[in-house]
């Protein structure tokens, strides 16, 4: 564990001491003082917070899906159907029995308490699972299914045996069946501090302290929930604040994760493009001007090597150099402009090929798409140079009436389209032009040259 995550952990574990500490004084202030112990009559306010609880569970089910989706661990598939389960248990046994303006009946009452335990048992079991599986989709599906499969029979259950299940009302003791309901819940929001503790420890993920403290709410509500012996409609106690405040928890956790996420992908794909760039620019010529030097020292330098190794060093100054331009410039093209002659300047010195250069100083390109415009333009030079067999190409970046568009053209040999395929540099440039949300396209005949397009995003 390295030191900075091992203070974090500690940093977490002192603040859920301190959090167990003020909530177990609390509980036991409540116990010392009976009249603390208050009960509110609000149905509005009870239904606002059971829809609300319903809501955030609802979300949480969903984000977890989406991250089991694409990640594919255990972990998120059995948060995905914990908090699928709570959210369907709160929204069918507790929320749509009271829109009528009736109280919950003895069956929704205990299908309910049979709900939030699977809800409970399956998050516990999440902060302790490991590895991932390659089933995806189709396992959150079968995963989801048996949810609702086991709700519709805790449903049936509770409606069948409605008579000989003790009632639940207002004032009245707390039934022996119900004590130990939400003791298993207690121990069952336990486990879930414990576990997902241990995988703050061992992972250092953000995500696991946040389900942590949530389940430390949680596991106070439950035993606020024994000692005060309310589970009727339209009142609302201690524990179903405190549950809220979970669910709250569990929002803002959520949410930190998904700007941790995206923050991450965007951080890895800037490492990949610039791993790229410096791949297809500085590296190549880099090679180019060590090759050359090891030939000069050999003494077997073939005549005009110290020509092209001043070449090979100046284009690879301005490859630097634009590449600097590009990434720090954020309006404007005359850093592209200027790098983009200055290429074609050394690419046409010794005659081969003749290039016509046109850039439509309306045409504004973004600082992404100024990288890889050059980086196609270079691409689709270097084929006219390697396999066109070109004396003369063209390269115009302009407007065609709302479109702003990259064409090539060239007078070489030209390709069958159908019998020459895609090659790996046509390949490039499709990809390059896809990553700054363009498409690419190109016409080609045997005799006839090629033409290249590349039409940028609105």
């Known amino acids: 564990m390295r030191r900075d995550d091992r203070d974090a952990y500690q940093a977490w574990l002192v603040g859920e ?50 991250r089991f989706t694409v990640e594919g661990r255990r972990l998120d598939l059995l948060l995905c ?31 309910g308490v049979a709900g939030r335990t699977l809800a409970l048992a399956l998050i516990a079991a999440a902060s302790f ?64 501090v414990v576990g997902f503790g241990l995988r703050y420890r061992r992972y250092g993920e953000d995500l696991d302290r946040w389900f942590a403290l949530a389940a430390t709410l949680m596991l106070s509500a439950d035993l606020h929930y024994i000692f005060t012996p309310v589970v009727a409609s339209g009142v609302v106690s201690q524990g179903d604040f405190l549950r809220l405040l979970c669910y709250g928890l569990l929002l803002a956790g959520v949410w930190r994760a998904i700007r941790h996420a995206e923050f991450g992908r965007a951080v890895a794909e800037e490492r990949a493009r610039v791993a790229r760039e410096i791949h297809d620019g500085l590296a190549q010529y880099l090679f180019t001007i060590s090759t050359h030097a090891a030939m000069l020292e050999r003494g077997s330098a073939p005549e005009g090597t110290v020509r092209r190794l001043k070449s090979a060093a100046v284009l690879a100054q301005q490859e630097a150099r634009f590449a600097i331009l590009a990434l720090s410039s954020a309006s404007g093209n005359a850093p592209f402009d200027a790098a983009l002659r200055r290429y074609l300047d050394v690419l046409t010195a010794d005659g081969e090929l003749a290039v016509e250069l046109e850039v439509d100083p309306g045409v504004v390109l973004a600082p992404d798409e100024q990288i890889e415009v050059f980086r196609i333009v270079q691409e689709g030079l270097a084929n006219v140079r390697k396999h066109a067999g070109a004396t003369q190409a063209e390269v115009w970046i302009g407007r065609d009436g709302t479109r702003r568009l990259v064409r090539i053209l060239d007078d070489g040999a030209g390709f069958e ?42």
């Open 81 to 111: 159907a914990g908090f699928a389960t709570a959210a369907a248990t709160g929204l069918f046994f507790a929320v749509c029995p009271v829109l009528g303006g009736d109280p919950i009946r003895t069956p929704e009452a205990w299908a």
């Open 417 to 458: 389209p159908a019998d020459n395929g895609a090659g790996q540099g046509l390949k490039n440039m499709k990809t390059r032009a896809a990553s700054i949300g363009g498409a690419f396209g190109f016409i080609s005949a045997p005799g006839r040259g090629t033409a290249l397009e590349v039409v940028l995003r609105a």
């Open 129 to 192: 699972a490991r590895g991932r599986t390659a089933e995806g989709r189709s396992a959150l599906r079968v995963v989801l299914c048996l949810v609702a499969v086991s709700l519709a029979g805790v449903w049936v259950l509770a409606r069948t045996f409605a008579e000989s299940l003790p009632s639940l009302e207002t004032g009245a003791d707390l039934p022996g069946l119900m004590i130990v309901a939400l003791a298993v819940q207690g121990v069952l929001s336990l486990l879930a």
């Open 17 to 66: 001491l301190l959090l167990v500490g003020l909530l177990g004084a609390a509980l036991a202030l409540f116990l010392a003082y009976p009249d603390l112990r208050s009960t509110y009559e609000l149905p509005n306010l009870r239904l606002m917070v059971d829809t609300a609880i319903v809501l955030a569970a609802t979300i949480v089910a969903v984000l977890a899906g989406i």
